[in-house]
């Protein structure tokens, strides 16, 4: 049963634009605090952003500040991954997921995972 469904990905040029879209139940999207991850082929996953279940706090790696944004719209049950100026080193398969105890996302209490949503940033 998929919990969290990733829409949004896709192919740009380098110093393109893309938005990731995550829903979810608003059971899930209620009580958790929402992130997206991210593994590039040959690596292991990694923190990209998230958002706190208020909204009022996120966090960022530190190779996609002030380039990535997230937010959540809590009326939709979705939040939301901008990335603009992207580039190469983007590209990968992103993930949703949702941690019901930190703010942070980790990955070790993440509880629900999407499917995964294919990035690809061309030189």
């Known amino acids: 049963q998929v919990q969290l469904g990733e829409s949004g990905g896709g192919l740009v040029q380098a110093g393109g634009s893309l938005r990731l879209s995550c829903a979810a139940s608003s059971r899930i999207f209620s009580t958790n605090a929402m992130g997206w991850f991210r593994q590039a082929p040959g690596k292991g996953r990694e923190f990209v952003a998230s958002?706190?279940?208020?909204?009022?706090?996120?966090y960022y790696a530190d190779s996609v500040k002030g380039r990535f944004t997230v937010r959540r719209d809590n009326a939709k049950n979705t939040v939301y991954l901008q990335m603009n100026s992207l580039k190469p080193e983007d590209t990968a398969v992103y993930y949703c997921?949702?941690?019901?105890?930190?703010?942070?996302?980790?990955?070790?209490?993440?509880?629900?995972w999407g499917q995964g949503t294919q990035v690809t940033v061309s030189s």
């Open positions: 997921a949702a941690d019901p105890l930190s703010s942070r996302v980790k990955e070790g209490s993440v509880r629900y």
């Open positions: 958002i706190s279940r208020s909204g009022g706090t996120t």
